[in-house]
């Protein structure tokens, strides 16, 4: 490969590359608005000029490719005072805004600003009055006046999204960032313009106003809205969720989300979570501790398992537990003698960018847990209604979702018991005999299974409240009651149970799938036979 010297570090790098993000990625800062890793090459913000031997004046290093013994300056006062040019231009018509947006805190014009911009303006010229906060679709608003005009959110509706809502009109300095007419940013990946916006122009109404972002923490995770599990970053503060943001993994999602998986997070610190058992007393759903809840689903469990051998109990899981979790329910249903098992989920449109029919982040992997046996849920309900099943375990909402209502709801009325376990106090909750608090993706660790078969690691970001269990804690208080085996839930440990027991996933570790996800097989991406959608 073509070795290179920049500011004398050596540097090896595939022949063709541009010399920006060959710098970037050994370390070396080149300050830079325009560009971006998934977008094409612009060269208007001229922010990324350098020195390179031989040259006879600076070049911008985005669109300059490098070659064999290329000797690169980034430091030189000519480069210096070129980019203190530039910020003076940016900023003689950019508003004095940084108090009041949202940016504040990660935009690139604020810290060049403070690096390479002056103390005083030499203008005396007002700056150019345009259209503040200008609603330019259902989910984000537009400030004309801080834009600088690097067209990254026009490339990206032109090339990622082939959208082609906004544009740059007129010339010179009446150049300004707009909407087509009758034409709004509505596309289903709209917010990531909020993304790629170096400065404050382009916000999303959801996170308009709503905090700082130094006082964010973050936490690396997976989207758990479809079964494409984009990489993600949950941006918490005081135990609840803020934004999520995506995390750049070029396997699986680019550095792109879509905007329903972005602004899907709200359940999460809803009033509406289920935070308490609830066991049914005289025909009503009463609140109880969890040592009574669980002593009185294990019973109902154990008792159809020692009279039918387990023929009379069914269960459908959920495709929002993780990996570790469906494993150990598995370990419970088996213990049991279950053989009628599955997985419903809910089915919804589909692109060709990033968003997956399966509405839920592990169907992959639940069904890869072997959680799916006996026919599937048509052949469940039907055993229901027939009265052969005592005992039905469904956790998650989808099974309602996904259910004719009045067909369940019949069904049901022939099940002597049915133990549900959810986030919310749902409608088929409320047809429940016990009833069981669920977590959601944000308040546990563990991994998911994307469509394509990555292995990828959730990160616990919001703590539950005081005494609240985990999915895979009932899972294994529930098989400690039924096999007087040790109560305790271990993600780790129960990830290694999972290397050792399912052949796809031997030799699986935590360290192997690391922040950017493991592919433990190339097989059929398709959900197998059997499988409920």
Request: proline share 6%.
């Amino acid at each position: 490969m073509p070795t290179i010297t920049i500011d004398g570090q050596t540097i090896e790098a595939p022949a063709g590359a541009m010399l920006l993000p060959v710098a970037l990625e050994n370390g070396v800062h080149i300050p830079h608005y325009c560009w971006h890793p998934k977008l094409s090459i612009d060269g208007s913000c001229r922010m990324c000029q350098v020195e390179v031997e031989g040259s006879p004046k600076l070049v911008i290093a985005c669109n300059t490719p490098i070659r064999d013994g290329m000797v690169v300056r980034t430091k030189t006062p000519a480069v210096e005072n070129t980019r203190r040019g530039v910020m003076e231009l940016l900023l003689v018509n950019h508003p004095l805004d940084c108090p009041i947006c949202d940016k504040a805190g990660e935009c690139l014009l604020q810290d060049y600003s403070y690096a390479y911009g002056s103390r005083r303006a030499r203008t005396r010229e007002p700056r150019r009055k345009l259209e503040k906060r200008k609603e330019i679709g259902p989910r984000m608003i537009l400030d004309q006046e801080r834009c600088i005009l690097c067209r990254r959110c026009v490339r990206f509706t032109r090339e990622i999204t082939k959208t082609n809502e906004l544009g740059v009109f007129n010339m010179g300095d009446h150049s300004v960032l707009d909407i087509l007419e009758d034409k709004p940013l509505a596309n289903d990946y709209s917010i990531n313009t909020a993304d790629v916006c170096p400065v404050g122009a382009l916000e999303s109404k959801d996170f308009h106003h709503k905090l700082r972002v130094w006082f964010l923490k973050k936490t690396e995770s997976v989207c758990p809205s479809c079964a494409n599990g984009c990489n993600i970053t949950v941006h918490h503060y005081r135990d609840r969720i803020w934004r999520m943001m995506p995390r750049r993994n070029d396997a699986v999602n680019d550095t792109w989300m879509c905007d329903h998986g972005r602004l899907n997070y709200k359940h999460v610190n809803s009033t509406d979570r289920l935070r308490q058992p609830l066991l049914r007393r005289n025909g009503q759903l009463e609140a109880c501790e969890w040592n009574e809840a669980l002593s009185n689903a294990a019973s109902a469990l154990r008792q159809a398992a020692r009279d039918t051998a387990g023929r009379s109990i069914a269960a459908v899981a959920s495709p929002h537990l993780t990996n570790e979790e469906s494993f150990r329910f598995g370990q419970l249903l088996r213990n049991l003698g279950v053989g009628r098992i599955d997985v419903a989920v809910v089915v919804g449109k589909s692109d060709d960018l990033l968003i997956k029919a399966e509405k839920a982040g592990n169907a992959r992997g639940a069904r890869d847990m072997g959680l799916v046996a006996g026919g599937g849920v048509p052949a469940i309900l039907e055993a229901a209604a027939k009265g052969e099943i005592r005992v039905l375990y469904v956790c998650g909402p989808d099974l309602w979702q996904t259910t004719d209502r009045q067909q369940l709801e019949q069904t049901l009325a022939n099940v002597d018991c049915l133990i549900v376990q959810d986030t919310v106090r749902s409608p088929l909750a409320e047809r429940a005999h016990v009833v069981l608090p669920s977590l959601t993706f944000a308040e546990k660790s563990g991994t998911f299974t994307n469509v394509a078969g990555r292995v990828q690691q959730l990160h616990q970001a919001i703590n539950p409240p005081e005494g609240q269990l985990g999915d895979g804690e009932i899972f294994s208080r529930l098989l400690a009651q039924i096999t007087e085996g040790p109560p305790t839930f271990d993600p780790a440990a129960v990830l290694g149970e999972i290397a050792q027991a399912v052949p796809a996933y031997a030799g699986l570790t935590l360290e192997k799938i690391g922040s950017q996800g493991w592919q433990p097989t190339a097989g059929d991406t398709s959900a197998p036979a059997g499988a409920s959608v």
